[in-house]
């Protein structure tokens, strides 16, 4: 018996909620959590996001030269669940409210895109190089990396984890989860 498609997109739960920076042609700047995000190159290094074709944030990508992303940690849930009010029903829409009242430390400078957590396990500034439009309900956006910072607490220089990374993981819904513990695999080479 075949379950519903409607809902196939939460077997490839648990996935990452990132936070998305852009901003609009008045340079506002906005901030939302979106778990649609990919590595799609490695060279160059470029991602791509998927945005609900209804919220600000795709409106924004529309004419974006580009945009941020910070992986949160699990201790960020509340703040990151106030980013994402169209879900978490958090009163404040306009987004210099919301950004003020997230309770986020927000670095407004790190890209000329949007802003970014420094509290997060790290981040990226990404230039736009393509728009892509499924006719689904979501617009797709691919951007390549022109700057990253690592949150040295959690990453070496290089990238690498010092130990397990709590990065902040939906399930469906309001529902979250993260890592629990760090395994490195036996070499069998």
Known sequence: MADSLDL?????????????GTKDENEIANLIPVSNLTSVSTKP??????????????????????????????QQLESVWKLGARYSKFSVVDPVEKLASCGLELDRDASPYGPVVPSG??????????????????????????????????????????????????QTGNLFTTSAEALVSVDYY
């Open 8 to 20: 196939a997109h939460r077997l490839l739960a648990p996935r990452i909620a990132y936070l998305i």
């Open 45 to 74: 290094q470029q991602v791509a996001i998927a945005v609900l074709k209804q919220w600000r944030t795709y409106k924004n990508l529309l004419m974006a030269d580009g945009f941020t992303v910070t992986v949160p940690t699990i």
């Open 121 to 170: 396990i790290g981040s990226l500034s990404c230039r736009v190089v393509a728009r892509i439009d499924l006719n689904g309900d979501h617009g797709i956006t691919v951007g390549e990396v022109e700057q990253v910072w690592f949150n040295r607490e959690y990453l070496t220089a290089e990238g690498k984890p010092k130990a397990a990374t709590p990065p902040l993981m939906q």
